[in-house]
């Protein structure tokens, strides 16, 4: 089984402050970074198979395809369970909050910034232990 | 040999007149003739012995020979005893020969007869009837003095004369003219004057004289009875002259008829009397004579009877014969005429009741013989016992506490103590079977036998008289086809006869079958006969009252129940004795203890509250008064004080006697008083609601007109408008008369009018009060507005109609479209607020934590900061930008 870890954001400093904090907590070496929504639709498209796993930090307020628009169309795809996203946003609003529980796939929801600690919590949640316990 | 001497001699001294004569007509010898014959006629036995009749005596100067001819040859021809009328015989008196004695003679011809039945001898016996004879002709010559006269008929001369006491007692004058027609026209009568013709006929032909006695009418129209005796005179054979006496019968006639008809009666009551005469001996009571009679009566003969000395004593009932024989010992002592009652044993084994008629005959002072009658009164004796039976019957019948089973048995018992031998059963019919009931004489296990067998038309007598409602007799149980898959079971026990009468009930349906066994073969007689007809008809009128006692009863009980159901009680009031009777529900509604409590009328005034006390006395003394029937109200107070309210009827009975009675019926109606009383001040109440409702109404009218809401008021069927108030005619522009010309359709957009057809329907159908609902409505103007309506289902003038209140809220719209619309605006704001003004902070946020906390990041610290002065920048911009909507939306 292999895990593939996705940052999906506009905000280019954002994605290199996330890539190097992925890195120190042990999630990801070296995270596939998407700027739209429509490029990460694209690389989980072209990789989604049966034995490969997806951990998505996705990011609500992008051009090209939000983040709810992507959860939309994740829906529609196959092995839909094989993927798991955690919200990453700087919105404090609750009712961001109550749709993102809305999907499936999310197994967490971040608020800008993202801290260690977070991280590390959602690193041991039982959703990821099978990736990370050797 | 010494027998017949000795007869000899006894017949020689007979004093009667006797000569035996041999039958060896025309001679009729002479072959014996007694002392007195001889003393009679004058002459010696060697004259007569051996000797014809006629050549002995060859004359007769008084009678015609022919006589004694055709007496002799009656014998011969009939063989039977022959008499003749006394005659007249003339014989020289014994003390002086010159003198001649006439002698009347009574003869006898009697013929004795062998062996073979032929006749040995004529016996011709002489009864001296002199004296008798001559008594009687004096009388008659006395008689005659008076009332007799004399007659010619002169045949030469064809003349006929009449002596003067002739024409007198034909009450003739001495000029009534005379001949053969006129005299004979005396005789009024056809046949009369035929048998007077005949007789002077014979005359004239033989010369005998006749003697008739015929009714004549005199020539004053007297009825006369005259007896005329004629001898016609013959010379050389003819006849020259008839003569003779004619005599005034009619008083002896008379007396003679009343005799007859005396003797006739006395005849007739003697053979109606069926009765056995008898006679016995005071002493032994041994029989010395009983009639024939006694063959009819038991059934043996007057020689059976003779034969047994005992006989009577022994025939008689065993039950009986103490009692009856002591009792006729008793009084033949005292020489005391008696009668007394007891049965006796037929011959053939029947019993039958006597009643003895006895007489005492006692000679020197000393009961010699008995002398009586028996007669039959069986039938009378048991009519009396079942009159008597039926009557204990019946008076056992009216007692309430026997069974009708005591009462049957009770019945058959009795009729078996009067039938000895009789034994009688009772069964039930139902639906077509014989269902074994009463029949305490018969053996139980034949009764067994008999029970649940079905009826039919060849099923024993019982069975058969049920199915063919008619008598059965059968008096040979074992030939008899009725029996023939029977008679097995009574010939058994002994029963040989049966006989069944149907008892069948006014609906013609038979109920019961009346049966009497024998244990021999018996035919019932005709008394038997009348008495089955009698029982079936007596255990009908039972076996009805009975069933009709029942049906009394459970009505009764019915009518009892009614009226404790009802609370109806009644009452009788005898007003003279004040004698009043309650039935057991009036107690039941005074609540009052029947043992316990005497009703009267005082009593019962005490009891009726007080104030309606004088109220019901003046009703009841009115009814009196007047004797009109009534029907009143009252209270009447129970013993525990409870008030109860009855309707009470009474009416005045006069009796037969004049006294008077007052009946009358109390029903307790509290219940219905109660819900009366209770229904009546609810109407009270309800007519004080409806004043109410009246006043509020016409408030609720002004409210309606002077309310600031439009309101209007439509008919649910027609739409249109019934009634719209002042608020809504400002509101919508329209006239009252612009909208009551209008539908509430007018008053939509046609797109609106679906959504009001539903509503409509929904109010129909639901009946729901006060619904509330948003509609576009549309004001004469053109003008739309949006309008809450709130509506109620009301019946206005008799219509189902829907009163409505509308509340037009298009200016309450428009402020919460405007509301909604600046709340977007925020919502915008919120928005932007989180998204894209925390955007830049948290990266901010994002770049100190790593400047502090990763200093080995791999990132330039030029880097690093750039990109913060760019998100400060960017955050500056951004609130400079929310400034400026944000005074957009105060604007």
């Known amino acids: ?134 | 040999m010494h027998k017949e001497m000795e007869y000899t001699a006894v017949f020689r001294v007979s004093p009667t007149p006797t000569l035996i004569l041999l039958p060896n007509a025309p001679l009729f010898t002479i072959v014996d003739a007694n002392d007195s014959y001889l003393t009679l006629t004058n002459k010696q036995r060697e004259e007569l012995l051996g000797k014809g009749f006629f050549e002995v005596f060859p004359t007769n100067p008084y009678l015609n020979d022919n006589e004694w001819k055709k007496s002799f040859d009656a014998i011969l021809s009939t063989k039977q005893a022959h008499k003749l009328v006394p005659q007249k015989f003339a014989s020289p008196a014994i003390a002086s020969p010159t003198h001649i004695d006439i002698k009347y003679l009574e003869i006898q011809h009697t013929p004795v007869l062998d062996d073979c039945g032929e006749i040995q001898f004529i016996v011709r016996s002489m009864t001296d009837v002199t004296e008798s004879v001559n008594h009687g002709k004096f009388l008659q010559e006395t008689q005659q003095a008076a009332r007799i006269g004399s007659w010619e008929i002169n045949r030469a001369l064809q003349t006929i004369s009449w002596s003067q006491e002739l024409r007198e007692i034909f009450e003739m004058g001495p000029e009534y003219p005379l001949d053969f027609h006129s005299a004979m026209a005396f005789y009024s009568d056809t046949n009369d004057r035929k048998a007077l013709s005949k007789a002077l006929q014979k005359a004239t032909h033989d010369g005998t004289i006749f003697r008739i006695a015929l009714p004549v009418t005199t020539a004053k129209g007297h009825k006369r009875w005259i007896l005329t005796i004629g001898k016609a005179e013959l010379v050389n054979g003819i006849c020259v002259r008839i003569y003779g006496t004619a005599q005034d019968i009619t008083e002896k006639k008379n007396t003679e008829e009343a005799l007859i008809s005396s003797e006739h009666k006395f005849h007739n009551l003697i053979q109606t009397i069926d009765g056995v005469v008898w006679e016995a001996d005071a002493e032994t009571f041994e029989a010395t004579f009983i009639s024939d009679k006694v063959k009819w009566l038991l059934g043996y003969t007057a020689d059976e009877w003779l034969a047994d000395p005992g006989f009577w004593e022994k025939n008689i009932y065993e039950a009986d014969r103490e009692n009856a024989v002591s009792y006729c010992q008793k009084h033949t002592k005292k020489s005391a005429n008696h009668t007394f009652d007891y049965r006796m044993v037929k011959k053939n084994g029947d019993i039958i009741w006597i009643k003895d008629i006895v007489s005492v005959i006692s000679e020197s002072n000393k009961p010699r013989w008995l002398r009586g009658i028996m007669v039959d009164i069986t039938e009378a004796k048991r009519f009396a016992e079942l009159n008597q039976l039926e009557r204990t019957i019946l008076e056992l019948n009216e007692k309430k506490d026997a069974s009708i089973e005591h009462i049957l048995s009770t019945y058959v018992l009795g009729i078996e103590a009067l039938f000895p031998g009789m034994a009688c059963s009772i069964n039930q019919i139902r639906n077509g079977r014989l269902f074994s009931w009463i029949a305490p004489s018969l053996p139980t296990a034949y009764l067994q036998h008999i029970h649940n067998l079905p009826i039919g038309e060849y099923a024993g007598s019982c069975g058969s008289a049920a199915y063919t409602k008619k008598p059965v007799i059968v008096a040979d149980i074992a030939n008899n086809p009725l029996w023939a898959d029977f008679k097995e079971q009574p010939l058994n026990h002994g029963l040989k006869s049966c006989w069944s009468s149907p008892v069948v009930n006014a609906q013609g349906e038979v109920v019961a079958v009346f049966g009497i066994y024998y244990k021999h073969i018996r035919n019932p007689n005709e008394d038997e006969l009348a008495f089955i007809d009698r029982a079936g008809a007596f255990l009908n009128m039972i076996l009805e009252n009975h069933h009709h006692a029942e049906l009394a009863q459970e009505t009764t009980l019915m009518m009892q129940q009614g009226q404790a159901l009802a609370h109806l009680g009644t009452w009788q009031w005898d007003i003279e004795s004040d004698h009043v009777t309650w039935s057991d529900t009036l107690f039941d509604i005074y609540g009052l203890d029947k043992a316990a409590y005497t009703p009267g009328f005082s009593a019962y005034l005490s009891r009726v509250h007080a104030d309606d006390r004088q109220r019901v006395y003046d009703i009841l003394h009115n009814a009196i008064k007047k004797g009109k029937d009534t029907v009143f109200e009252e209270r009447i107070v129970r013993p525990e004080g409870e008030i109860r309210h009855l309707r009470s009827w009474a009416k005045l009975v006069l009796k037969a006697d004049g006294s008077r009675k007052m009946i009358g019926a109390c029903l307790d109606i509290t219940e219905a008083k109660l819900a009366e009383l209770a229904l009546n001040k609810l109407h009270a109440e309800i007519e004080q609601q409806l004043k109410i409702v009246a006043e509020s109404e016409k408030k609720y009218s002004n409210l309606f007109h002077l309310s600031p809401q439009p309101m209007w008021v439509y008919d649910l069927d027609t739409y249109r408008f019934l009634d719209v108030n002042d608020a809504a005619i400002k509101h919508y522009g329209y006239t009252r008369e612009e909208f009551l010309a209008m539908t509430i359709r007018d008053i939509r957009p046609p797109e609106e009018i679906p959504k009001m057809e539903a509503a409509v329907a929904y109010s129909k159908q639901h009946d729901e009060l006060f619904t509330t609902s948003v509609y576009v409505h549309r004001k004469k103007s053109g003008e739309r507005i949006y309008v809450e309506v709130k509506s109620n289902i009301i019946k206005f003038h008799g219509r189902k109609a829907e009163v409505i209140l509308a509340h037009d809220i298009s200016e309450k719209l428009d402020y919460i479209q405007a509301i909604e619309a600046q709340n977007k605006k925020l919502q915008d704001i919120a928005w932007m607020q989180s998204h894209v003004v925390r955007a830049p902070l948290a990266r901010i946020m994002g770049l100190a934590d790593l400047i502090q906390h990763c200093p080995d990041s791999g990132i330039e610290s030029d880097e690093l900061l750039g990109a913060i002065k760019d998100s400060a920048t960017e955050l500056d911009n951004i609130l400079r930008d929310i400034t400026d909507k944000t005074e957009q939306i105060s604007r």
């Not at chain 1, 996705?6 to 700027?35: H, Q, S, W, Y």
């Not at chain 1, 798991?84 to 909050?97: M, Y």
């Open chain 1, 1 to 134: 089984m292999e895990l593939r870890v996705m940052v999906v954001d506009d905000d280019k400093m954002f994605n290199l402050i996330a890539k190097v904090l992925l890195r120190d907590t042990g999630i990801a070496c070296n995270p596939t970074i998407c700027t739209n929504g429509e490029e990460a639709l694209e690389t989980i498209g072209q990789e989604i198979a049966l034995d490969k796993f997806f951990l998505v930090f996705l990011d609500i307020n992008m051009p090209v395809k939000n983040g709810w628009q992507v959860l939309d169309a994740l829906q529609a795809f196959p092995y839909p369970e094989n993927i798991h996203v955690v919200i990453v946003t700087s919105s404090i609003n609750k009712a961001d909050r109550k749709r993102a529980k809305t999907y499936p796939q999310l197994i967490d929801y971040l608020i800008k910034p993202i801290k260690r600690e977070s991280l590390l919590a959602l690193k041991s949640s039982s959703y990821l232990t099978t990736f990370f316990s050797y």
